[in-house]
């Protein structure tokens, strides 16, 4: 071995330093190409994350002007829409009797609810024995038809009444005015009739031959009439329709109700009820109209006890009856175009 004039052995050149085998070449390659693989995959990761994070800040800040305009979780409303429509379908297009328990289940909430929101302004609504009574009248409704219906509500009603006089005698130490009395009685009136009798309409109108699809198309054009206001609304209102009842209501919103359930109820009565569209043009604006003062009954009796909504059991809706205060009406109009129509 050559030695410098010092006597060490002389240093490798860099040639020598970086000759590699084969394997060694190939090794060297491959880690360089995953190592390049790994940083456009992590380059890519971060861009795509980037992506996202800026789609969900703007789809939230979007939902927070929907939000504080019309005060409805949009997404939210649009689960829950969906959920309660799927369950609608299957209780009346396969067996119309399934409809039962799931008119069942609204009503009970809805009475309770209602309840519930008359208590806290002072009245006295027994809420257990109000919910029995309103699950009890819809199986008369669908098997008795309309005379179940009001022979049921009518001794509901009477159960009601007495089961609150009932309680007053049971506490005879606990004396209030006949006027308080008789004020609670009307309460427990108001939820029967308001909730349980109009509701009973759909069910009288599901035990009808064909009429589960009455009920559908009906149902179809007020959610139509609830979705063709909120978008217009949305989109174009300017003029309040009746501010101090219904802040968030405007004419222009109302227009873009009629348009839809027309529009509505002239494809349903074509394609799916087998009647001259005529005859769905009509019933949708008739339907547009009574869920439009439905709406705003509901809104005024909000009103008048102090509370923004009836509850908040469904979240992009405040609580059932926030929901079915269009529908509630509505039903006894179906009906009627039922008879008059079919």
């Not at 050149?13 to 190592?35: D, V």
């Not at 022979?151 to 309680?167: D, H, M, N, P």
């Not at 009455?214 to 959610?223: E, S, Y």
């Not at 006890?305 to 179906?334: N, Q, T």
Request: proline content about 5%; some cysteine; charged content about 15%.
């Amino acid at each position: 071995m050559d030695r410098d004039p010092q006597g060490d052995p002389s240093p490798e050149t860099p040639a020598s330093a970086e000759k590699r085998t084969p394997l060694e070449e190939f090794e060297a390659r491959a880690q360089q190409t995953r190592a390049d693989i790994e940083a456009h995959a992590q380059h890519a990761r971060e861009e795509f994350e980037a992506q996202v994070k800026h789609a969900r800040d703007q789809f939230d800040q979007t939902q927070e002007k929907i939000k504080a305009r019309t005060g409805r979780n949009l997404l939210a409303a649009i689960g829950i829409g969906v959920a309660l429509g799927g369950v609608l379908l299957v209780s009346l297009l396969f067996y119309s009797w399934l409809f039962i328990p799931f008119a069942a289940f609204l009503v009970g909430f809805t009475v309770w609810e209602l309840s519930t929101a008359l208590r806290g302004a002072g009245r006295d609504v027994p809420r257990v024995v109000s919910i029995v009574v309103g699950i009890a009248v819809l199986p008369a409704a669908y098997f008795l038809h309309v005379p179940g219906l009001w022979l049921a509500v009518i001794a509901g009603i009477a159960l009601v009444s007495l089961w609150r006089v009932g309680e007053l005698l049971l506490r005879p130490s606990h004396r209030i005015p006949a006027r308080t009395v008789f004020a609670d009685i009307g309460a427990g009136l108001f939820v029967q009739l308001y909730v349980t009798f109009l509701a009973g309409f759909y069910v009288v109108l599901a035990g009808e031959d064909g009429g589960q699809w009455w009920v559908l198309a009906a149902l179809i054009i007020v959610v139509s009439t609830d979705v063709g206001a909120y978008a217009a609304g949305l989109s174009f209102g300017r003029h309040k329709m009746a501010p101090r009842i219904s802040p968030g209501k405007t004419w222009e919103g109302f227009a873009g109700a009629a348009v839809v359930a027309m529009a509505a109820g002239t494809l349903l009565a074509w394609l799916m009820l087998g009647q001259p569209w005529w005859e769905g043009t009509i019933m949708g604006l008739v339907l547009m109209l009574v869920g439009t003062m439905g709406d705003l009954i509901e809104s005024l009796i909000k009103r008048e006890l102090g509370i923004k909504d009836i509850s908040g059991w469904l979240p992009g809706h405040g609580g059932f009856l926030d929901r079915l205060d269009s529908i509630l009406p509505s039903a006894a109009v179906a009906y009627a175009c039922y008879l008059i129509f079919h």
